[in-house]
């Protein structure tokens, strides 16, 4: 009996790597994650993943051929580097493109930033199907946001389309380059408020411990209230723009929706001329990996359908 073919999919994040092995229509056969962040560096990250990899697909798919990898990652993947991926420390000297096609020799690869491949996910087959434009949204370790419009996901001239984590913050940065200013991620993103809440709060605490205790401690109200704030002044701005029918939010904080939400969806009622719909992502914490699965069809040639993912 002939097996069928499986695909790859890699999902490096600031906070963990996610493994899955998948069929060709992108149905999950087996998945696992790896600390990204265990003080070993980022070679070492990615030694470990492409480890996980070989073992996860001896594992669940021991006879069938790998027809696809799909990558996607923080930042902007090339074939020697990673451009924009300032919380990896180490990340952006990797050779990423190459590391991962000798790994897998003779094996189709297809790269992708981690935000647009989880916006081309909800796009096909999530939230912001038959959204015309829409913007996905990524609250996690960092901070961007992915345009679809016309069916696609906008790349931009140099893949770097929706990088707000980038943006200016006041009338005073301009004309600074941002190696002399607080970009806009150094306040708004996981690791942000991770760091910002520590020092405040006197004990290590995670961006979602924050949260947690801003439910009954006002010092961390106040932080989340200007995260919160920040986050929505950008997130209206950039809907004045765009014009999106719907905005949906994905990453690890949306677990704490019940906090964001209502400054957000103020903001956008009070200063967008047509304020879009704001949701929660179909796939919230793992449209990354689902993704990275759908670059492995792709790359192994197949065109996939809106069933897949069903």
């Known amino acids: 009996m002939v097996s069928t073919p499986v695909v790859l999919g890699l999902d490096f994040g600031g906070t963990k790597i996610a493994v899955a092995v998948g069929d060709l229509t992108g149905r999950r056969l087996g998945a696992t994650t790896i600390d990204s962040r265990d003080g070993a560096g980022a070679a070492e990250a990615m030694s470990r ?6 073992e996860l697909l001896a594992e669940v798919a021991p006879d069938h051929e790998l027809a696809g990898v799909g990558a996607a990652t923080l930042g902007i993947p090339y074939d020697d580097r990673v451009e924009l991926a300032p919380t990896f420390p180490g990340w952006g000297e990797l050779p ?14 297809r790269l992708a930033t981690d935000v647009k491949a989880a916006a081309a996910a909800e796009l096909r087959w999530g939230a912001l199907a038959g959204c015309d434009p829409g913007l996905y949204v990524n609250l996690g370790t960092g901070l961007a946001v992915a345009i ?3 069916g696609t996901v906008i790349t931009g001239a140099h893949g770097a389309s929706g990088e707000i984590g980038y943006n200016l ?3 005073a940065d301009v004309y600074v380059a941002g190696d002399g200013r607080t970009i806009l991620e150094h ?9 910002t809440g520590t020092a405040r709060l006197g004990r290590p605490v995670t961006a ?4 947690t205790m801003a439910r009954t401690h006002p010092d961390a109200a106040v932080l989340t209230d200007q995260f919160v704030r920040e986050l929505a002044t950008h997130l209206a701005n950039l809907a004045i723009a765009v014009d999106p029918s719907r905005i949906v939010v994905g990453g690890g904080l949306v677990r704490s929706w019940d ?5 957000l969806r103020r903001a956008l009622d009070a200063a967008v001329p047509f304020p879009p719909e704001l949701s929660v ?7 990354p990996l689902i993704g990275a699965l759908a670059l492995g069809v792709e790359a192994a040639g197949v065109d996939l359908g809106a069933e897949a993912f069903a």
């Open 169 to 171: 913050r006041s009338p």
């Open 187 to 195: 306040v708004v993103s996981g690791q942000a408020l991770e760091t």
């Open 148 to 150: 679809v419009a016309g």
């Open 208 to 211: 979602a411990d924050v949260f």
């Open 259 to 263: 906090q964001l939400e209502p400054g």
């Open 96 to 109: 990423f493109g190459r590391l991962i096609r000798d790994a897998f020799p003779g094996v189709p690869v």
């Open 281 to 287: 992502a179909r796939f919230p914490t793992d449209a």
């Open 49 to 54: 993943c492409l480890t996980a990899a070989r």
